[in-house]
């Protein structure tokens, strides 16, 4: 019975990979992220690429547009601040060269002009599109910073990012990808349930063959691993229900 209920405690268990959640909240390191997200937005950046499959791709108008449609996509999202695409870019460039027109705040019609404006962009001593865009113009990137959540948060924040991009490009061939310090905490946690499972299963072999050795019977051996699994059991199960994280 005992297993049974720890068993069912197991599913409730969350991985935690944030590392500010190990402090507690009156901790420097916790106030100084509170902080940074207050004064200069999240603290965890993310990138989505875009990669057109042609040099010069993206100064396509469609294409800018689209990225200009992710960029407003990210902004309403809540957790997520300061979006910024060479759409925007693109966009304040042509209200520059438009007497400042709040309606000019907009991607050009043709290929042409958006070369044209990024060309005078450029000669003007323009700062920061070599982040945003690659030297033949092939790929782009939108790059937007994330507030310091858990793990799951995280999860479901990329997977709505992932699912806004996949839809704003859809038809056109393009994948866009979800890169930045925000995945590689994801990967993190994946792999971090990998390896207790595989250790565990690891150490649980490894009693077997010893305990087997010394009794003669892989029968008795396998009786002996029924104390380690309630153990573990029971340690997750509780973990589980008190809402206790299995962090590192």
């Known amino acids: 019975m005992l297993l049974a209920v720890s068993l069912a405690g197991i599913p409730r268990l969350q991985v935690e990979t944030n590392l500010v959640s190990y402090f507690r909240a009156e901790s420097p390191v916790v106030q100084g992220t509170r902080l940074a997200e207050q004064f200069l937005g999240g603290t965890t950046p993310i990138s989505v690429i875009i990669d057109?499959?042609?040099?010069?791709?993206?100064?396509?108008?469609?294409?800018?547009?689209r990225l200009?449609?992710?960029?407003?996509d990210l902004a309403g999202m809540p957790e997520v601040s300061q979006p910024l695409s060479l759409a925007g870019v693109v966009a304040q460039v042509n209200q520059a060269l438009n007497g400042d027109d709040p309606a000019a705040y907009r991607i050009p019609q043709t290929r042409e002009a958006v070369a044209q404006e990024l060309l005078l962009f450029d000669f003007a001593g323009g700062v920061g599109?070599?982040?945003?865009?690659?030297?033949?113009?092939?790929?782009?990137?939108?790059t937007a910073r994330i507030a310091n959540v858990g793990t799951e948060?995280?999860?479901?924040?990329?997977g709505q990012i992932q699912q806004a991009a996949e839809a704003r490009f859809a038809g056109t061939g393009i994948e866009p990808q979800v890169v930045g310090t925000?995945?590689?905490?994801?990967?993190?946690?994946?792999?971090f349930t990998e390896g207790q499972i595989s250790s565990m299963s690891w150490a649980a072999g490894t009693v077997w063959l010893i305990v087997a050795a010394l009794l003669g019977s892989p029968l008795l051996a396998l009786f002996c691993l029924i104390p380690l699994a309630l153990t573990v059991a029971v340690s997750f199960g509780v973990m589980g229900y008190g809402g206790v994280p299995l962090d590192m």
Not at 68 to 72: D, H, K, R
Not at 153 to 158: H, Q
């Open 52 to 65: 057109t499959g042609a040099p010069d791709g993206v100064k396509e108008p469609d294409v800018l547009r």
């Open 68 to 72: 200009a449609a992710l960029e407003a």
């Open 129 to 142: 599109v070599d982040a945003l865009v690659s030297y033949d113009y092939q790929k782009t990137r939108l």
């Open 153 to 158: 948060d995280l999860a479901r924040i990329i």
């Open 182 to 191: 925000a995945q590689v905490v994801l990967r993190l946690a994946e792999h």
